[in-house]
């Protein structure tokens, strides 16, 4: 069984909410630059499609992909894994209460 075989679905929308906050924060720091997707492209020496298509929230974006946007603007990658938040009901069932009251120290009232 591969990496990925858990659960397909889970993963292809997991990529694409990835790639929309990648292609976001490359749309806010052309924005923040005052650049055009044509100055991008020039920059790379790709084709103003080719931006288009890494723009697109649809493209498989790699590593590489990544890395020549960044150069082209000056700029660096940060790739973070972090735990999700659980839902509340999750971690009531769990017996781990965060809420204000049981944290503050006073008794809780059942």
Same mark, same amino acid.
């Given at each position: 069984?591969?990496?990925?075989?858990?659960?397909?679905?889970?993963? &292809? +929308? *997991? /990529?694409?909410?990835?790639?929309?906050? $990648?292609?976001?924060?490359?749309?806010?720091?052309?924005?923040? @630059?005052?650049k055009?997707?044509s100055?991008?492209?020039?920059?790379m020496?790709?084709?103003?499609?080719?931006?288009?298509?890494?723009?697109?929230?649809?493209?498989?974006?790699?590593?590489? &992909? +990544? *890395? /020549?946007?960044?150069?082209?603007?000056d $700029?660096?990658?940060?790739i973070?894994?972090?735990?999700?938040? @659980?839902?509340?009901?999750?971690?009531?069932?769990?017996?781990?209460?965060?809420?204000?009251?049981?944290?503050?120290?006073?008794p809780?009232?059942?």
């Amino acid at each position: 069984m591969g990496i990925f075989a858990r659960d397909e679905s889970r993963t &292809t +929308l *997991a /990529a694409s909410r990835i790639g929309r906050q $990648a292609t976001a924060s490359l749309a806010g720091l052309l924005a923040g @630059q005052g650049k055009t997707r044509s100055d991008l492209a020039a920059a790379m020496g790709v084709s103003p499609g080719r931006v288009s298509q890494i723009m697109s929230a649809d493209a498989n974006l790699t590593v590489r &992909t +990544l *890395a /020549a946007v960044a150069e082209a603007l000056d $700029a660096d990658v940060q790739i973070t894994f972090c735990p999700r938040a @659980q839902p509340t009901d999750a971690r009531a069932r769990s017996g781990t209460d965060t809420s204000p009251l049981h944290s503050s120290g006073l008794p809780a009232r059942h």
